[in-house]
């Protein structure tokens, strides 16, 4: 039985907003469903040609990881709530890079346990999967996000958004977005090679990706209601001032001077 208390936020998605585009078609009809009264699980799994199988959060045994269970399976357990409809519909629209991430998890899972600590790879893969985003941009665009400077990225560069495509493909940023507000960041995964425009990004993404270089956590992390054309208030460049959200690149303090010595 549905949790009409979990699946009130289901109400306020708007299928408008620029970082739904890509998942507009699948998640329209499948968010009607859910509305209709359908589960999440359910209401995923009626997509035709569905790539991976939705099962109730319920089938998930007790003490049995939850990344460990949809590689043995190739179910994975879905809750009647926001965070699950994007990881659903994620799974329906990349299902060769969630895949991948899967296996390594459970790879992981099964070397080193469950345990309280992750380690670097399963932090990295993690932090992709849940709040992770692609961006094809031209190179001056990718200079200003890594110096994380937004005078230049947002304001002086602006022009050259029109350029850009930002996927967002942690769903628990979507989940976010969903009542939307300055601070939601994501990390843009910063890939070994480029991504070439026109790209099937779920045919490409698995091919870039390695344990190894994950581990070292190649991520910058970009302010999304800040991208041009993502959110009106943007438009006023006073929106940039905000120093806690438009954060400069931490810098190693440097020594002061030595102290001297009393006689």
């Not at 299928?15 to 359910?42: E, F, K, T």
């Not at 601070?183 to 045919?203: E, L, R």
């Not at 070292?216 to 999304?224: A, C």
């Amino acid at each position: 039985m549905t949790d009409p208390n979990a699946l009130a936020p289901l109400h306020h998605i708007s299928w408008q907003a620029p970082w739904l585009h890509d998942l507009r078609a699948i998640g329209a009809s499948a968010h009607q469903r859910v509305l209709d009264g359908a589960s999440v699980a359910q209401a995923l799994g009626a997509q035709p040609h569905t790539p991976i199988r939705f099962v109730p959060q319920a089938d998930l045994p007790a003490g049995t990881a939850y990344e460990s269970f949809i590689f043995g399976t190739g179910g994975v357990p879905t809750r009647d709530n926001l965070h699950d409809f994007f990881n659903g519909l994620i799974w329906q629209h990349y299902p060769q890079t969630k895949r991948r991430l899967n296996q390594w998890q459970a790879q992981a899972i099964a070397a080193q346990g469950v345990g309280p600590v992750r380690g670097p790879l399963r932090d990295a893969l993690t932090l992709l999967d849940e709040s992770g985003a692609l961006l094809q941009a031209p190179a001056p665009l990718w200079q200003a996000l890594r110096a994380r400077d937004w005078q230049r990225l947002f304001i002086d560069l602006r022009p050259l958004w029109t350029q850009a495509r930002l996927q967002v493909f942690g769903h628990a940023v979507l989940e976010k977005l969903v009542y939307p507000r300055k601070s939601v960041v994501a990390h843009i995964y910063c890939a070994p090679t480029a991504m070439k425009s026109g790209v099937d990004v779920d045919a490409w993404l698995p091919g870039v990706l390695s344990p190894e270089h994950l581990a070292t956590k190649p991520f910058t992390p970009l302010p999304l209601l800040g991208v041009p054309g993502w959110w009106p208030a943007n438009e006023n460049v006073c929106f940039y001032d905000d120093a806690a959200v438009f954060r400069s690149v931490c810098r190693p303090r440097l020594p002061g001077p030595a102290s001297i010595p009393t006689a």
